[in-house]
């Protein structure tokens, strides 16, 4: 090792040495939930915004419900990324691509718990009753919490189903007024989860519809039992859970917005896994014997958006300038480390949509001073860069590429000011259109290319606030609704190319990185696998003595 990587290196294990005293002291001062006999614990790194997918496509709202409370009717196998049966045992599809027949599983328990008990098994009520909640505007349950479903409203999928029909009480049908390509991944994503029709009906009985998200019943391998702001959530086994499971009777959530205090209760035993290791990180892991660092490639994409509808960043001129003052080669030697691939389009290279030779916007700050005077940008023109505050493997730190994006604008005469919130606040204020540009990124829901073009960029996804650009092409959209009628790779990759070349000249955002994931835990916990198409799972997981 060089001796200055071996002087970080040092200089890191103190800092986290130092964290863990600070750690133990935390923990001797609060309620100590790892007591709890046979419990993983996992150290996430914020507060969920509910419990229930549906409603938030934050990867800290799927980490805590997606697959410890729900389930969905198909599943995708983390390893391979096939689609897997889950609450549907088996289903056909009509030759004309429209009509969808589900057969349902029998003998599924919904949760028991404190605040509910069941009094019948799972059926294709609760499907109808969860797929309406948020298609159908007249559903009682629609406009609770918000009424946003920004997943579903991103792919428009409300104007895809044309029905949802109870054939039996476990036999559905869902015809479509148009055939697409992803529909049946789109069912295995974690927004499609499974709610309880009965409970639903008995918060209607007392007048308190709200809970169904804050106080979960799902028929998921674990079950919600408390949460605290700030500090936990826990769960508690399923034990009549249907499908296979590990031993544990418990789930913690230790909420720890610090990446280095995780570390250091990862190190010290209190947590079994953390989220998101910071990249300086990972050579600590590799080091330590109790540690195992779990890497796979992501099916991601870090990029740096424009909000299109605000002057000037509604001239394409003025976007495709500022793309070219920023140093793609710096931002990815600086911020991921050697962790992640250069990003030429959305799509990352695992994707069988991937274009290797696609036009890319390289490092031209003469040309970039140029466009931006042609477009009439004075030379004290001022913008907001918005940077995350919370790390994710698409962008593990937003804000050090906000510092450097500042400084490559700062020779072309533009002043930058930073912005940052709280997440859950930050993530309000995007959907509201108030930024000028933003640092973020995506993290795939299923291995589809749909799952990138089209709730990153379409109009439809405007409202729903996944299109941070506020880009709004017919063109594309064109391009995007063909590439879903057609069930043939080569015809969907031409059209996909196609939309490349819109992205590229019209520059609504900037992708930069295809990032690798990771995943940290104790050496003797077994069966974690990272998940590429969303939320952690801890159905298989389990602590060896």
């Known amino acids: 090792?060089?001796?200055?990587?071996?002087?970080?290196?040092?200089?890191?294990?103190?800092?986290?040495?130092?964290?863990?005293?600070?750690?133990?002291?935390?923990?001797?001062?609060?309620?100590?939930?790892?007591?709890?006999?046979?419990?993983?614990?996992?150290?996430?790194?914020?507060?969920?915004?509910?419990?229930?997918?549906?409603?938030?496509?934050?990867?800290?709202?799927?980490?805590?419900?997606?697959?410890?409370?729900?389930?969905?009717?198909?599943?995708?196998?983390?390893?391979?990324?096939?689609?897997?049966?889950?609450?549907?045992?088996?289903?056909?599809?009509?030759?004309?691509?429209?009509?969808?027949?589900?057969?349902?599983?029998?003998?599924?328990?919904?949760?028991?718990?404190?605040?509910?008990?069941?009094?019948?098994?799972?059926?294709?009520?609760?499907?109808?009753?969860?797929?309406?909640?948020?298609?159908?505007?007249?559903?009682?349950?629609?406009?609770?919490?918000?009424?946003?479903?920004?997943?579903?409203?991103?792919?428009?999928?409300?104007q895809t189903i044309k029905d949802i029909k109870r054939i039996n009480g476990y036999r559905i049908e869902i015809t479509l007024y148009k055939p697409d390509s992803s529909f049946l991944a789109n069912l295995a994503t974690d927004f499609a989860v499974i709610l309880s029709a009965e409970y639903g009906e008995h918060l209607l009985s007392f007048e308190n519809p709200a809970l169904i998200d804050t106080q979960p019943i799902g028929t998921g391998p674990y079950k919600f039992v408390e949460y605290r702001q700030n500090q936990y959530i826990r769960f508690s086994r399923h034990h009549e859970y249907t499908l296979s499971t590990s031993n544990n009777e418990h789930l913690i959530f230790d909420i720890t917005p610090k990446s280095s205090l995780r570390m250091a209760k990862l190190i010290t035993g209190e947590c079994d896994a953390v989220a998101f290791p910071s990249q300086s990180d990972l050579e600590v892991i590799v080091e330590r014997e109790e540690l195992?660092?779990?890497?796979?490639?992501?099916?991601?994409?870090?990029?740096?958006?424009?909000?299109?509808?605000?002057?000037?960043?509604?001239?394409?001129?003025?976007?495709?300038?500022l793309a070219l003052a920023i140093d793609k080669t710096s931002l990815l030697d600086a911020v991921y480390l050697g962790h992640a691939s250069r990003a030429k389009s959305l799509v990352p290279s695992a994707s069988w949509a991937y274009q290797d030779d696609a036009q890319e916007i390289?490092?031209?700050?003469?040309?970039?001073?140029?466009?931006?005077?042609?477009?009439?940008?004075?030379?004290?023109?001022?913008?907001?860069?918005?940077?995350?505050?919370?790390?994710?493997?698409?962008?593990?730190?937003?804000?050090?590429?906000?510092?450097?994006?500042?400084?490559?604008?700062?020779?072309?005469?533009?002043?930058?000011?930073?912005?940052?919130?709280?997440?859950?606040?930050?993530r309000e204020n995007l959907t509201r259109g108030i930024h000028d540009s933003v640092l973020i990124g995506w993290n795939a829901d299923n291995g589809d290319p749909d799952n990138f073009y089209r709730p990153l960029l379409t109009c439809d996804a405007i409202p729903s606030g996944?299109?941070?650009?506020?880009?709004?092409?017919?063109?594309?959209?064109?391009?995007?609704?063909?590439?879903?009628?057609?069930?043939?790779?080569?015809?969907?990759?031409?059209?996909?190319?196609?939309?490349?070349?819109?992205?590229?000249?019209?520059?609504?955002?900037?992708?930069?990185?295809?990032?690798?994931?990771?995943?940290?835990?104790?050496?003797?916990?077994k069966g974690m696998q990272i998940n590429p198409f969303g939320g952690i799972r801890f159905d298989q997981v389990e602590r060896l003595p």
């Open 292 to 321: 195992t660092l779990l890497e796979k490639p992501g099916l991601n994409v870090g990029f740096w958006a424009f909000n299109t509808s605000k002057a000037p960043f509604n001239n394409p001129k003025v976007r495709h300038a």
């Open 466 to 525: 996944t299109n941070r650009a506020m880009w709004c092409n017919e063109e594309y959209d064109e391009l995007i609704q063909k590439a879903l009628l057609s069930d043939n790779f080569e015809e969907r990759k031409v059209l996909y190319k196609a939309a490349n070349k819109l992205i590229f000249k019209d520059t609504p955002l900037v992708p930069i990185a295809h990032a690798f994931e990771y995943q940290a835990v104790r050496a003797n916990i």
């Open 1 to 158: 090792m060089p001796k200055l990587t071996s002087c970080i290196f040092t200089t890191h294990i103190k800092q986290l040495f130092i964290l863990l005293f600070a750690s133990n002291m935390l923990s001797a001062c609060s309620e100590n939930t790892s007591a709890l006999q046979n419990a993983i614990t996992f150290c996430s790194e914020s507060n969920p915004g509910f419990f229930n997918p549906q409603l938030d496509t934050s990867s800290t709202t799927a980490d805590a419900s997606a697959h410890q409370i729900y389930d969905r009717l198909l599943e995708f196998n983390p390893s391979d990324g096939r689609i897997e049966p889950g609450l549907a045992s088996s289903w056909l599809v009509s030759t004309d691509g429209l009509t969808y027949t589900f057969q349902l599983r029998r003998g599924v328990e919904f949760h028991t718990t404190t605040y509910f008990t069941p009094s019948r098994n799972f059926n294709a009520d609760d499907v109808i009753f969860s797929f309406d909640r948020w298609r159908v505007s007249t559903h009682p349950f629609h406009d609770v919490n918000g009424g946003s479903y920004p997943y579903f409203d991103s792919l428009g999928l409300k």
């Open 362 to 426: 390289g490092y031209n700050p003469v040309r970039a001073r140029e466009l931006l005077s042609e477009a009439g940008i004075p030379s004290n023109f001022t913008m907001d860069v918005w940077a995350m505050p919370v790390k994710r493997a698409y962008n593990p730190n937003a804000m050090k590429m906000a510092q450097l994006i500042k400084r490559y604008l700062a020779d072309v005469g533009v002043t930058v000011n930073i912005v940052s919130y709280d997440w859950n606040i930050f």
